[in-house]
């Protein structure tokens, strides 16, 4: 666990740096869970604070949102994401409209 987190902490710095976006980092997480079925949910938990949500795209909030992998928190977290992006689009486009 400590070497995948050790590249994903590496994949993060390089991922921000060339495109600002967690899903690279997300899709490794969800391939890593889906090979490593044993972890504990403190395990998950302790990989998922590698994952930014806010930097998701809403097609991975999507995928994580129904992701029974992934711990609870951190699908509320993507939930609570996805709410707070469609309130701030909403406002943009009534203000637009004005």
Not at 25 to 37: L, N
Not at 67 to 90: A, D, G, K, W, Y
């Amino acid at each position: 666990m400590s070497t995948f987190i050790s590249i994903a902490e590496l994949s993060i710095a390089v991922s921000e740096a060339i495109h600002g976006s967690s899903d690279g980092i997300y899709r490794a997480i969800d391939i890593y869970f889906d090979t490593h079925r044993y972890l504990t949910e403190s395990e998950r938990e302790e990989i998922c604070k590698l994952l930014d949500c806010n930097k998701m795209s809403l097609e991975a909030c999507e995928h994580a949102a129904q992701n029974e992998r992934l711990p609870l928190r951190v699908v509320e977290q993507v939930l609570f994401v996805v709410q707070l992006q469609m309130r701030e689009t909403i406002r943009k486009k009534v203000q637009g409209s004005d």
